[in-house]
C-alpha cells in the first residue's frame, strides 16, 4: 500500500521567515515523490519531483526538498518565504498510482 | 502549447440530474487521469484511461460513475443522478506514456461541481 501524510494542516509564517512542509510517506520501494501547489480556485502546479539521484531537488519558486529514505520523508523548504507563496502544498507519490497527502495551507502573514 | 483543459469550470446540478465533465488533455499526451478533492482534503484517484481504453478505475465509485477517453474528443467523466456528496471538485490531469523517463501529470483548472 502507499499512503502519504502531511502532519501540518495549516501554518503560518511571517513574511521573510524560512519554511519548512512536512511530509512523509509510506511505499515497499523507491518512489516517485512530487509537490505540487494549489491557489484558491486553480488547479495544481507542480514545484518539483524526486525520482533517483541526488536527494536534494530544487524547483521553481524557489523551493526545494530533500528526499531522505531513513526518514520516509520529502519536506519542502523555502528560505524565505514571499507573501504570494500563501496557497495549499500537496506532497504526492507515485508508485503505481498518483496518491496526495491531505494538504497544508500556508498562510503568510505580513 | 495549451495546458489541459476542463470544461465547465463550474457546474451547478439538482439531485438526481447527471453531471458530464470534460477533459481535454495536453497535445500529445495520451493518459488521462481523473481525481475528485472533497472540501478540505487531497485529491483521490479515481481512474486511469488511456485513448479507447480503461486502465485502472479502482477509485471509481462502482455506481453512478463512469468515465470515458474516446479515439477523438476529450474525455468524460460522467455521474449519474447526483447526490449532495457528489459536490467536490473534479480535476484532470494528462501525462506522456508512463515508460516515459520524465513522468509528470499535469493538471486541469479543475470542475467544481455543486449539487443542489
Redesign the interface.
Known amino acids: 500500500a502507499q499512503s502519504?501524510t502531511?502532519p501540518d494542516i495549516h501554518i503560518t509564517v511571517s513574511e521573510g521567515a524560512s519554511l519548512e512542509l512536512r511530509c512523509n510517506y509510506s511505499y515497499g520501494a523507491t518512489p516517485?515523490l512530487?509537490w505540487?501547489v494549489q491557489s484558491p480556485?486553480?488547479?495544481?502546479?507542480?514545484l518539483l519531483?524526486y525520482?533517483s539521484g541526488d536527494t536534494l531537488v530544487q524547483g521553481i519558486k524557489g523551493f526545494e526538498a530533500e528526499f531522505k529514505r531513513s526518514q520516509s520523508s520529502f519536506n519542502l523548504r523555502k528560505p524565505s518565504v514571499h507573501w504570494s507563496d500563501a496557497a495549499e502544498y500537496?506532497c504526492a507519490l507515485?508508485g503505481?498510482?498518483?496518491?496526495?497527502?491531505?494538504?497544508t495551507i500556508l498562510r503568510v502573514k505580513s | 502549447n495549451a495546458g489541459?483543459m476542463q470544461n465547465p469550470r463550474h457546474l451547478v446540478r439538482r439531485r438526481g440530474q447527471e453531471a458530464r465533465l470534460r477533459c481535454s488533455p495536453m497535445k500529445g499526451h495520451s493518459h488521462v487521469?481523473w481525481?475528485r478533492q472533497l472540501p478540505?482534503?487531497?485529491?483521490?484517484?479515481m481512474v486511469?484511461l488511456q485513448k479507447e481504453n480503461i486502465i485502472?478505475e479502482?477509485?471509481m465509485p462502482k455506481e453512478r460513475f463512469s468515465a470515458e477517453f474516446p479515439k477523438e474528443g476529450p474525455s468524460i467523466l460522467r455521474i449519474q443522478q447526483v447526490v449532495r456528496g457528489d459536490s467536490a471538485a473534479y480535476?484532470c490531469?494528462s501525462s506522456l506514456p508512463l515508460t516515459e523517463?520524465d513522468?509528470?501529470?499535469?493538471?486541469?483548472?479543475?470542475t467544481?461541481l455543486t449539487v443542489t
Open positions: 502519504v502531511q516517485y512530487f505540487y480556485g486553480q488547479g495544481l502546479q507542480l519531483k525520482f500537496f507515485y503505481n498510482k498518483l496518491v496526495f497527502g491531505a494538504g | 489541459v487521469y481525481y478540505e482534503e487531497g485529491l483521490k484517484f486511469y485502472d479502482s477509485g480535476f490531469a523517463p513522468y509528470e501529470q499535469y493538471f486541469g483548472p479543475g467544481r
